[in-house]
């Protein structure tokens, strides 16, 4: 990804203070309450409260340059276990969720049990998820009755576990609708006059791909 200039990096962040490059379109800032924080791009992946805690996220976004960012300026050791992410040395491999917080001592303060699901259990439900689309004799299209979370998603990065929980429930439901198709498109890259050749040449396999890398993507499993 290009490099990204302060103002672009920092665009819709008000009330801060003392912004500054710290590594590749990644800033350093003080928020309004007095939080420093670490930006990558669009996403605050690490804010230190005045009391010395530490909140750790990935905004959606596993990929080696979070992971490098939140290592070196977190000070924390994070590593990947077939998929999952994990907080290493005195952590006991204690595994790695958006929002994480760690007081002074590097203790969790907030554990969350049910972060633990078993990755390969997951990708099985995506998997089976996506497979669906061959069943279908026709990919259905967006309409006014979709999801509108989905609807308000547009394909953009998921930024808390709460909006990743409605994505489980399609899943367990079953509940594969258009916009939810054409999110997976837009975030892999397809622009609209893409998608809408792509429906009228009823082309499953692509759709099929770009769902579950969209589904891995938020669910943190690739």
């Given amino acids: 990804m290009a490099r990204e ?5 920092m665009s819709g962040v008000e009330g801060y203070s003392t912004a500054a490059f710290i590594a590749p379109n990644t800033v350093r800032y003080t928020d309004a309450s007095g939080n420093l924080v670490t930006r990558l791009h669009h996403t605050d992946i690490i804010r230190r409260k005045p009391n010395g805690n530490l909140v750790l996220t990935s905004g959606g976004w596993r990929t080696p340059t979070t992971k490098d960012r939140l290592n070196r300026f977190g000070r924390v050791s994070i590593y990947s276990d077939r ?7 005195g952590h006991a491999k ?3 969720f958006d929002g ?3 007081d002074s001592l590097g203790k969790v303060v907030n554990p969350q049990p049910s972060v633990a699901r078993d990755t390969n259990a997951t990708k099985k439900r995506i998997k089976n998820f996506v497979n669906l689309i061959d069943k279908m004799d026709t990919l259905p299209q967006p309409n006014g009755g979709d999801c509108w979370l989905c609807m ?3 394909g953009r990065p998921v930024t808390s ?10 899943m367990d439901e079953g509940y594969l609708h258009g916009t939810l198709l054409c999110n997976a498109m837009r975030f892999v890259g397809f622009d609209d ?10 082309l499953k396999a692509t759709f099929k791909r770009a769902l579950r890398r969209y589904l891995n993507r938020r669910l943190g499993v690739g």
């Fill in 83 to 89: 998929g999952q992410w994990y907080l290493g040395q």
């Fill in 193 to 202: 006059r893409r998608i809408g050749i792509h429906y009228g040449m009823n």
């Fill in 100 to 102: 994480i917080e760690l």
């Fill in 5 to 9: 200039t302060k103002a672009q990096i």
């Fill in 94 to 96: 204690t595994p790695f």
């Fill in 152 to 154: 308000m998603d547009k």
């Fill in 161 to 170: 576990d709460l909006d990743n929980e409605h994505l489980l429930s399609h």
